[in-house]
């Protein structure tokens, strides 16, 4: 199967939950290159291990599995105390580089469209990196690039905007690949908890949002596990969210970020969840056909069809918290994060908004 195929109304999806193996502490007192490619020796493992793991994960679900979802981190963890700049040496691959590359033959292989999150470096922004949602076809090639827009501690498209919109536009920024699998778009990580991100996406068509992330797990219901419900129901879009099963060789404990996989329909339903550790059970089916009628059916509970933007888009147009273009200079040190929102904090503080 390709673009090119028929559409499918129904198939299965994967939110395949699998253990990071972080890079932090590949090192060499030489630094440069060995250290690039002892990172790169790691991730290239990591990719092994979940070709095995996609392959087995397959053969037990069927071949209706069409699409599967990565964890936030699958490839590097995490960068714990690097620079930008060192961070960017060690573990960020390049928008055509060799794990994109492997990854797309295990796409290619099995049929599927598989998405994931990683640090990547972008030639229009020598200096920095972006944390980017991936999402890669049958033929092995990257139908959709997002880059989180809400980072606290990571360089975003907001943080370099101007710049940024003129490379990519508007569509670069919110893109949604319409496929013989439906109409994809990814959020990244605690982006779930931002409603705007989600609704520009639906703006554009997103029936099917993948959710790469790494997050605590609790049997009780969490922020996250709100947001995605309500990202669900408020979109009518389905919700794919991978959780890691932990982060190795890193220094936090490694189930800080294990459990609770998990697909949830348009109708805010949870289909499939995961508890703790390594696990392929958060699957189930897509039915595109019951999502695209309730889309196309008057009443109350349609709710993307009862959206009135134009109430919302002058407040927004009038409003500035955190700030654009504060990293157009190239690198900064890692605490310009926090004390540009100290700063924003202050600022909304003096105006009586907080």
Known sequence: MDNNTDNLNSFRALALQVTCHAVNQASDASGGLHLRHQARSLMQNSINRLAQQIA????????????????????????????????????????????????????????????????????????????????????????????????????????????????????????????AIGNLAALASEEILYPEVARCLAMRGAEIFVHSTSEVYNKNLTPKDAAKITRAVENMAYVVSANTAGIVNIAIPIASADGGSKIIDHRGIVLAETGAGESMAAFAEIDLGALRRDRRRPGLNNLLARQRFELYAESYRQSHFYPANTMLEGEVDRKHFLQTQQATIERLAKLGII
């Open 56 to 179: 087995a994960s397959i053969a037990f679900i069927g071949f209706d599995c069409r699409l599967i979802v990565l964890p936030e981190y699958f490839l590097t963890g995490f960068p714990m105390g690097d620079s930008l700049s060192g961070w960017a040496e060690k573990a960020c691959i390049e928008m055509a580089g060799a794990e994109y590359e492997a990854l797309g033959k295990i796409a290619q292989k099995h049929k599927i469209f598989l998405a994931g999150n990683a640090y990547e470096v972008d030639p229009n922004f020598p200096g920095l990196y972006f944390q980017t949602c991936f999402i890669l076809d049958p033929s092995g090639s990257i139908v959709l690039r997002y880059r989180r827009l809400n980072s606290l501690f990571a360089p975003t498209p907001h943080d370099v905007w101007d710049k940024y919109l003129d490379c990519y536009g508007l569509e670069g920024v919110f893109p949604v690949a319409k496929t």
